[in-house]
T-cell receptor, first 113, second 115 residues
Framework: GQQVMQIPQYQHVQEGEDFTTYCNSS?????IQWYKQRPGGHPVFLIQ?????EVKKQKRLTFQFGEAKKNSSLHITATQTTDVGTYFC?????????????FGKGTLLTVNP | GAGVSQSPSNKVTEKGKDVELRCDPI?????LYWYRQSLGQGLEFLIY????????KSGLPSDRFSAERTGGSVSTLTIQRTQQEDSAVYLC?????????????FGPGTRLTVL
């Protein structure tokens, strides 16, 4: 079945350092979504990428979708303590169920002030 | 406006008991999802409802799990004869349908602990 892998599983940084999490799918994705879950909270949608090679920015966050549409990355510049949380990527399930998202296991980011 | 709500927020039960978890989606959202999130894990798809269509139950882990959605709005996830491995956070999400191209709005979840 389809797998969505995320690395690293954990990342601890000093405030001000950059952070990147990578997402890899075993199959080509029609689109990919990123969610953030604060400790004790629920996932909140960040962004969706659809086009091959697409790059989108949200302030200090930069999202990329690979040319082959099988991988994606989220890069945070100059992390802040407010960036703490788990970042999940999610892609539609292959094999026809386009409403069903397969989530990666997430990358937990902690930031030392 | 109001987001997705879930109740109870926490549920502690004894092994073998039945539990019911409730989800109120955002008004007007035709699609509703249930997920299970175990500690430190990603989101495991359980079931999907879309309008009046037959639900996609392919993610339910066993026949002890069932869900219904009444009137196209509120949904209830029922777990019968709970086991300790059922302990997890159960998340509900809704959106306007349209497949995977629409973001999902998540509720706060129900933390289930089976003793």
């Amino acid at each position: 079945g389809q797998q969505v892998m995320q690395i690293p599983q954990y990342q601890h940084v000093q405030e001000g350092e950059d952070f990147t999490t990578y997402c890899n799918s075993s199959t080509t994705l029609s689109n990919i979504q990123w969610y953030k879950q604060r400790p004790g909270g629920h996932p909140v949608f960040l962004i969706q990428l659809v086009k091959s090679g697409e790059v989108k920015k949200q302030k200090r966050l930069t999202f990329q979708f690979g040319e082959a549409k099988k991988n994606s990355s989220l890069h945070i510049t100059a992390t802040q303590t407010t960036d703490v949380g788990t970042y999940f990527c999610a892609g539609p399930h292959s094999g026809g169920s386009n409403y069903k998202l397969t989530f990666g296991k997430g990358t937990l980011l902690t930031v030392n002030p | 406006g109001a987001g997705v709500s879930q109740s109870p927020s926490n549920k502690v039960t004894e092994k073998g008991k039945d539990v019911e978890l409730r989800c109120d989606p955002i008004s007007g959202h035709t699609a509703l999802y249930w997920y299970r999130q175990s500690l430190g894990q990603g989101l495991e798809f359980l079931i999907y409802f879309q309008g009046n269509s037959a639900p996609d139950k392919s993610g339910l882990p066993s026949d002890r799990f069932s869900a219904e959605r009444t009137g196209g709005s509120v949904s209830t996830l029922t777990i019968q004869r709970t086991q300790q491995e059922d302990s997890a956070v159960y998340l509900c999400a809704s959106n306007t349908g349209g497949g995977s191209y629409n973001e999902q709005f998540f509720g706060p979840g129900t933390r289930l602990t089976v003793l």
